[in-house]
Every structure is written in structure tokens, then in C-alpha cells.
T-cell receptor
């Protein structure tokens, strides 16, 4: 059974600071996704990471994937209030009839303070 | 117009009632999914459908059923609602692709339905 764990689950940051959210998963996977969810809203896709060593950046967010360590990171640079949201990682199981199913982490609630 | 729509957006019902949540999409995707979200648990897959004739149970299907009426429509039913089914429910769609370049089976989510069972 594929399990996905994020840490921390709660993150309170000051504006201007840097921090990293970690996503560990338990079995082989070939794709990892990061989503953002604002309170009361739907999920918005941030990044899709398709291979070992993949790195993607968008604004103050950078995501990376290490398939050997089964670890993805979401790095936040110089946080601003607008980044306050819940961030989820999700992983697909590689192969078989489960191809395409997503297993989600618990989510990390990020709050950025002035 | 939104690509993935869900109705209703909010629903309050009583224990034992039958409830149907509906999902429609205009993205032309073959694959559709139903998830529930509970605080601290992330999203958990209830059912998924890879095409009109394909229905599969997810990790928490007990107490739920689904119907794929057409490529664009996927409904979730609670035959006899109970309070621990109170949650936020999301429908999602994706397009199937084996290739790692270009399209990559990314899932697109609807706005969600907040269901409260009293």
C-alpha cells in the first residue's frame, strides 16, 4: 500500500524567511504532484515532477524530486502573505491497473505572518 | 465557465437520507474520480472510473456508490447517510497518457461539495 507523509503538518512563517516542506512516500512511484488549496477552495496544481532529479520553480516556490530517497521537497523562498494556504503532495503508484490513481499526503497548513 | 463543476455546492441532510452528488466536466477527459477531504487526513479516494464502462473502488468506498452516466458525468451516492460522512467532497478528472513528456495524467479538481449529515 502506498503511503505519503508530509512534514511539517503546520508551518507558521515570518514574511521574508525561507522554509521547506517535505514529502516522503513508501513505494516506487514515477510521478509526484504538488497542489495548493486556499481555505474553502478547490485544489490548484502547482508542479508535476516526472523523473529523478527533477526541479521546477514558479515564483517563490521550488519543488524537487529524489526517487531513490522517495522524497520530494517544496522550498519556499522569502515568504509572503499570499503564500498562506494548505499544500498537498500526491503520488501515483507506478504501473499496473492502478496507474493514474493519486495518493495524497495529509497536507501542510502554511501561515505567513508579517 | 468552469471545466469541472459539482452540484450541489453545499448540502445539509439527516442521518438515513439518500444523497446524490453530481459532477460534470467539459475537459473531454476519460478519467474521473471522487475524493473526500477531512481535516488532517488529506484527500482520500472513494471511487474512480477510467472510462464509461469502468468503475473501481478506491480506499474508502464503503457506504458509497457511483454511476458514470456519460463520459462527462460521474455521480456519487450515499445510500443512507451517516454523520461520519460529513466532509468536503471533490470530483476530479484526468486524461490518460503513457508518455512522460507533454500530458502526464494531471488531475483537475472541481470546486467541492460541503456535505453535513446531522
Amino acid at each position: 500500500e502506498l503511503k505519503v507523509e508530509q512534514n511539517p503538518l503546520f508551518l507558521s512563517m515570518q514574511e521574508g524567511k525561507n522554509y521547506t516542506i517535505y514529502c516522503n512516500y513508501s513505494t516506487t512511484s514515477d510521478r509526484l504532484y504538488w497542489y495548493r488549496q486556499d481555505p474553502g477552495k478547490s485544489l490548484e496544481s502547482l508542479f508535476v515532477l516526472l523523473s529523478n532529479g527533477a526541479v521546477k520553480q514558479e515564483g517563490r516556490l521550488m519543488a524537487s524530486l529524489d526517487t531513490k530517497a522517495r522524497l520530494s521537497t517544496l522550498h519556499i523562498t522569502a515568504a509572503v502573505h499570499d503564500l498562506s494556504a494548505t499544500y498537498f503532495c500526491a503520488v501515483t503508484y507506478a504501473g499496473g491497473t492502478s496507474y493514474g490513481k493519486l495518493t495524497f499526503g495529509q497536507g501542510t497548513i502554511l501561515t505567513v505572518h508579517p | 465557465d468552469a471545466d469541472v463543476t459539482q452540484t450541489p455546492r453545499n448540502r445539509i441532510t439527516k442521518t438515513g437520507k439518500r444523497i446524490m452528488l453530481e459532477c460534470s466536466q467539459t475537459k473531454g477527459h476519460d478519467r474521473m474520480y471522487w475524493y473526500r477531504q477531512d481535516p488532517g487526513l488529506g484527500l482520500r479516494l472513494i471511487y474512480y472510473s477510467f472510462d464509461v464502462k469502468d468503475i473501481n473502488k478506491g480506499e474508502i468506498s464503503d457506504g458509497y456508490s457511483v454511476s458514470r452516466q456519460a463520459q462527462a458525468k460521474f455521480s456519487l451516492s450515499l445510500e443512507s447517510a451517516i454523520p461520519n460522512q460529513t466532509a468536503l467532497y471533490f470530483c476530479a478528472t484526468s486524461d490518460f497518457a503513457f508518455q512522460t513528456s507533454g500530458d502526464h495524467n494531471e488531475q483537475f479538481f472541481g470546486p467541492g461539495t460541503r456535505l453535513t449529515v446531522l
